[in-house]
């Protein structure tokens, strides 16, 4: 493994164990040129996904991408990060246990609702926000009245 700090070739990786879930390994790595020290994660990838942008584009799967819109819906929210984990992990499993390798961006930003809406109210309507692509206040008050928080609900 390449090292991020300076770039040499190789690493020595200094401790090993699985993740919470079960899901991972993860990997304490030292780099013998810098001796700078960082983390890996090794996954098991069961298919190569690709994902069908509304603009037609075509694009690999980033597990990355999708941890990292979920993490700033839930920016400053009080969830345990293993809960994120597990739910991105879980997204990413239902996906490719789907049987299909292309899949349109759609039923991944539905699968993400779905999910945020069991895990944090407040990050679920951010992010509906951005996927839906809410322009004005009024979009606000027509999605929070649609999914029933008209009545006094915390979003």
Not at 56 to 71: E, H, V
Not at 96 to 124: F, I, R
């Amino acid at each position: 493994m390449r090292c991020p700090f300076c770039g040499h070739a190789e690493s020595q990786v200094k401790d090993s164990r699985p993740s919470e879930d079960g899901a991972a390994i993860r990997r304490r790595r030292l780099c013998p040129q810098c001796g700078g020290r960082f983390t890996t994660f090794e996954r098991v990838q069961l298919r190569e996904l690709i994902i069908m942008k509304r603009s037609g584009r075509r694009a690999p799967f980033d597990r990355d991408k999708l941890a990292r819109s979920i993490g700033i819906a839930l920016r400053k929210r009080p969830v345990d990060p293993e809960r994120v984990e597990r739910m991105v992990s879980g997204i990413v499993r239902q996906l490719e246990s789907m049987g299909e390798t292309e899949l349109p961006s759609h039923v991944v930003g539905e699968m993400v609702m779905k999910a945020l809406k069991n895990l944090d109210n407040v990050a679920y309507v951010r992010y509906a926000s951005v996927y839906r692509d809410f322009k004005q206040t009024e979009d606000f008050a027509k999605f929070l009245s649609d999914e029933g928080y008209a009545d006094g609900e915390d979003a």
